[in-house]
């Protein structure tokens, strides 16, 4: 069984940063893709950011220059490195991955932006 497990929400001021982690646990042969969307109260799921497994990242245009993807394949694990942030940016941010040629999502890690 495959999970996809996020830490490092948490509330922070406007300017603040944070950084998400998720780690991929259980029987794994491969893993492609992995990325991060988010969920704002009565709006839509949208993209944040994406990484390939060589590393090409696509990130939203309403986070470019203010959020950075990476990952460590050795660990399983992407990241998603938050700075500047800003009210508008308070969501519940979920995990996926491909994992073993199927798509996996995190429980997700909630971050609040105070203004």
């Known amino acids: 069984q495959v999970q996809l497990v996020e830490s490092g929400g948490g509330l922070v001021q406007a300017g603040g940063s944070l950084r998400l982690s998720c780690a991929a646990s259980g029987t794994i042969f491969s893993i492609n893709a992995m990325g991060w969307h988010r969920q704002a109260p009565g709006k839509q799921r949208e993209l944040v950011a994406t990484?390939?497994?060589?590393?090409?990242?696509n990130i939203a245009g309403s986070v470019k220059g203010r959020f950075t993807i990476s990952r460590d394949n050795a660990k399983n694990t992407v990241y998603l490195q938050m700075n500047s942030l800003k009210a508008e940016d308070t969501a519940i941010y979920y995990c996926?991955?491909?994992?073993?040629?199927?798509?996996?999502w995190g429980q997700g890690t909630q971050v609040t932006v105070s203004s």
């Open positions: 990484i390939t497994s060589g590393g090409l990242r």
């Open positions: 996926n991955g491909e994992v073993n040629l199927a798509k996996y």
